[in-house]
């Protein structure tokens, strides 16, 4: 990996992701940089925000420096008390788990739908108790959440839903763009996402007093009327104004972004969808995925497991990186005494024996012939 995480190859090899910058962005960059504006305000935040928020079809954007803390100022907003409860998939990413276990409540887990890879969201009702706050919904590797069950359950029992859109920038489901749903949405734009601003992310909300409140905590619980007076502890995840400025840039060609993320998809499903032994993440017909990463599994029967295939893929130019390993499955929260004897039979089998493939902007048509050529050499 580079320092930036994203791919360290050889020329020979065909990097899992690589960021497709343009002269536009570079540009843009340099005009904020030249502006001044250089931390963690300026005129390209509110921009920034602005902008990323009416393409979500959000009121309010509050740019922070990652996803993560996107994630644990949703959280913050909730005012989780110790035991508090949020139902989550156990197939994610920790970003998802830390700010609950931060905040001294629980994540509660369901396993994974076997043909999205994202949550089940029929199994979320029988996981609800008297101490569930919230859901957190995940759209995993670009594809939605079947978000319409979800929502109903959440209005029954008065929950409120946090929207992880950390890998779906631009997906839809039933025709509402990913990152609208619940109380608040939160993006990631790390090096490998749609939308890049290095390191950085977004949380979005409706209504304004989340919003004011979520502010506030981005910026140390600084007050509008009185600077250094503090009624809340905040934190310091400020975005700065010149990768808002990169942002930006972007916000201007996602249509073309998606567009060439969902030809991708398309060229590998045709490719791979009759190739034995793998299983591929099936779009629904209600969802529009944007193939934030094209994953596969290999089914039992091809006799070998992730990590084989991987190596196998490897040796034929072929860089791949593994799927999530489930919340249960995580000695650090084990450590702590959450998810004793649970099993989520879906998030291990998929863990074990899935990986995705190249899967970024600057993909072409020639290398995922190649890819292909190399899957169906590694499954011989
Ligand atoms: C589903 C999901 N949530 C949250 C995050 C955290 O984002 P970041 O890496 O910007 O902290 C990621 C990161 O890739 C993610 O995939």
Same mark, same amino acid.
């Given at each position: ?34 502006s ?30 990652n996803g ?45 739908d076997?043909q999205?890879?994202t ?10 108790t ?19 069950? $979800? %929502?109903?359950?959440? @209005?029954?029992?008065? #929950?409120? !839903?946090?929207? *992880? +859109? ?7 489901y ?16 790390y090096?490998?996402? $749609? %939308?890049?601003?290095? @390191?950085?992310?977004? #949380?979005? !909300?409706?209504? *304004? +007093? ?14 509008p ?13 400020? %975005? ?8 930006l840039?972007?916000? *201007? ?37 944007v ?6 599994v ?29 919340m ?28 995705y ?24």
């Amino acid at each position: 990996m580079n320092p930036s995480g994203v791919s360290h190859h050889p020329e020979s090899l065909i990097p899992v992701n690589e960021p497709l910058l343009t002269e536009a962005d570079f540009d843009a960059v340099m005009q904020a940089l030249r502006s001044g504006w250089i931390s963690g305000a300026g005129p390209h935040i509110e921009a920034f925000e602005a902008r990323w928020a009416a393409y979500c079809g959000r009121k309010h954007g509050i740019a922070l420096a990652n996803g993560t803390v996107a994630l644990q100022v949703a959280v913050a907003l909730l005012d989780l008390q110790a035991g508090d409860e949020v139902i989550m998939p156990t197939f994610t990413i920790i970003s998802c788990a830390l700010p609950v276990v931060l905040a001294g409540a629980v994540p509660v887990l369901v396993d994974s739908d076997p043909q999205t890879w994202t949550m089940d969201v029929s199994q979320v009702e029988a996981r609800i108790t008297s101490r569930t706050r919230a859901i957190m919904p995940v759209h995993i590797y670009g594809h939605p959440v079947d978000m319409d069950p $979800l %929502l109903e359950v959440a @209005e029954r029992y008065h #929950l409120r !839903v946090v929207e *992880d +859109a950390a890998e779906a920038h631009g997906a839809d489901y039933r025709g509402h763009r990913i990152g609208s749903f619940g109380e608040s949405s939160c993006f990631s734009f790390y090096a490998n996402k $749609l %939308l890049t601003t290095g @390191e950085g992310g977004m #949380l979005m !909300v409706d209504d *304004d +007093a989340l919003a004011e409140r979520a502010r506030r905590l981005r910026n140390l619980g600084f007050q509008p009327a009185r600077r250094f007076l503090h009624a809340e502890l905040g934190f310091n995840y400020r %975005l700065t104004n010149m990768q808002a400025a990169l942002g930006l840039a972007q916000v *201007d060609r996602m249509d073309e972004i998606v567009a060439r993320k969902r030809r991708m998809g398309q060229a590998y499903t045709e490719r791979l969808s009759e190739v034995a032994g793998l299983e591929l993440q099936v779009q629904q017909p209600w969802a529009r995925s944007v193939f934030w990463m094209f994953g596969l599994v290999l089914s039992g029967d091809t006799g070998i497991d992730a990590e084989e295939f991987a190596s196998r893929l490897k040796a034929r130019g072929v860089e791949t990186r593994p799927f999530f390993l489930g919340m249960h499955e995580q000695p650090v929260l084990r450590e702590m005494g959450l998810f004793d004897g649970e099993v989520y039979p879906v998030a291990e089998r998929i863990a074990r024996g899935g990986l995705y493939l190249p899967s970024g902007l600057g993909l072409d048509d020639a290398q995922i012939d190649q890819v292909c050529q190399a899957v169906r050499e590694a499954l011989a």
